[in-house]
């Protein structure tokens, strides 16, 4: 049972513009959610959170929503970047602390 | 400081065989992850420690596998026998205060052949 779903395994962005990588999940318990990038043959690094109890957090070119109503959050980044090429993967976390994850997208900027 | 280190970095081994994947957190991380990634099954907590004291080991598949953390510094997950199913990167990460913010280290790709 997959508690965080990424349906998208990739995208592909015109460098320039704005990338939206999409997560949902199905626990409502799930109080603190997060976005790591992964580039290959490295460990996922830790790129933004949000708590429950905001909508948005911005830092940079990154933006995190979250729709607690449709269990969906999204990440955007605008503008993309080459470097932004990478795997996304969301994260969420539950009653126990435990981060639950997503399967990831691959996120592939064109020059 | 120089993140979480791991080692070695690849591993091949012939099934049946002992292996062990060894993890450094970063200095003042109270918490330590192991997780496993495969395509299959994409990224997997295996076993988490607090202040050295495993917490949670119920993503550890099976008697085969086991975690230590005999110190601050230092831990090790064990695969005895190793089976060709075993096959994938396996990564440490540790954070302070919390689960949220964990820095992970560069993985161990294990193939057991």
């Known amino acids: 049972d997959q508690q965080v779903k990424q349906n998208s395994p990739s995208l592909s962005v015109q460098e320039g513009r704005i990338s939206i990588l999409n997560c949902d999940y199905t626990?409502?318990?799930?109080?603190?959610f997060l976005w790591y990038k992964k580039y290959p043959a490295e460990g996922p690094t830790f790129l933004i959170s949000i708590s429950s109890i905001k909508d948005k957090n911005e830092d940079g070119r990154f933006t995190v929503f979250l729709n607690k109503s449709a269990k969906h959050l999204s990440l955007h980044i605008v503008p993309s970047q080459p470097g932004d090429s990478a795997v996304y993967f969301c994260a969420a976390s539950d009653s126990n602390y435990q981060l639950i994850w997503g399967a990831g997208t691959k996120l592939i900027i064109k020059p | 400081d120089a993140g979480v280190i791991q080692s070695p970095r690849h591993e091949v081994t012939e099934m049946g065989q002992e292996v062990t994947l060894r993890c450094k957190p970063i200095s003042g991380h109270d918490y330590l992850f192991w997780y496993r990634q495969t395509m299959m099954r994409g990224l997997e907590l295996l076993i988490y420690f607090n202040n050295n004291v495993p917490i949670d080991d119920s993503g550890m598949p099976e008697d085969r596998f086991s975690a230590k953390m005999p110190n601050a510094s230092f831990s090790t997950l064990k695969i005895q026998p190793s089976e060709p199913r075993d096959s994938a990167v396996y990564f440490c990460a540790s954070s302070r205060g919390s689960h949220y913010e964990q820095y992970f280290g560069p993985g161990t790709r294990l193939t057991v052949t």
């Open positions: 626990n409502s318990m799930f109080d603190y």
